[in-house]
């Protein structure tokens, strides 16, 4: 599929998850339906997505499963997939700084302190 890179509704910048699937929704003219259909998530999942509310008042959190039930339901690359996850999962991008930059665990967790993030090697996982 082809973008026009002038059209500013897909240059947008999205700062969410819900906000990058109602982008791709947009980009590749599904509908709520189409994408309920071809993900067999159900209509509550789907809706909470799209609203990015989980109806307790709070912004909707997907699971893994859920985030690439979405990437498959709206045929992404591998990119755009990344692009998702790293949205839905911001510690992800930390994760990934972490190993590129070979910190130990105790860089990795200032580091991971700096950002808001919960530590690694926490007895609360355990």
Not at 3 to 15: R, S
Not at 50 to 67: E, F, L, M
Not at 73 to 79: E, P, Q, R, V
Not at 110 to 122: A, T
Request: one cysteine or more; glycine letters at 4%.
């Amino acid at each position: 599929m082809t973008i026009n890179p002038q059209n500013n509704n897909y240059n947008k910048e999205v700062n969410s998850f819900s906000d990058s699937v109602k982008k791709y929704l947009k980009i590749k003219k599904m509908t709520q339906a189409d994408l309920i259909r071809k993900s067999m998530l159900t209509r509550t999942t789907v809706s909470r997505i799209c609203r990015n509310s989980n109806d307790k008042g709070s912004t909707y959190q997907p699971t893994d499963r859920i985030v690439m039930s979405v990437c498959v339901a709206l045929g992404l690359d591998s990119k755009e997939t990344k692009e998702l996850f790293s949205l839905a999962f911001p510690y992800l991008k930390c994760w990934d700084k972490i190993i590129a930059e070979k910190m130990n665990i105790d860089q990795a967790n200032s580091f991971l302190y700096d950002e808001g993030l919960p530590l690694l090697g926490s007895p609360i996982d355990e």
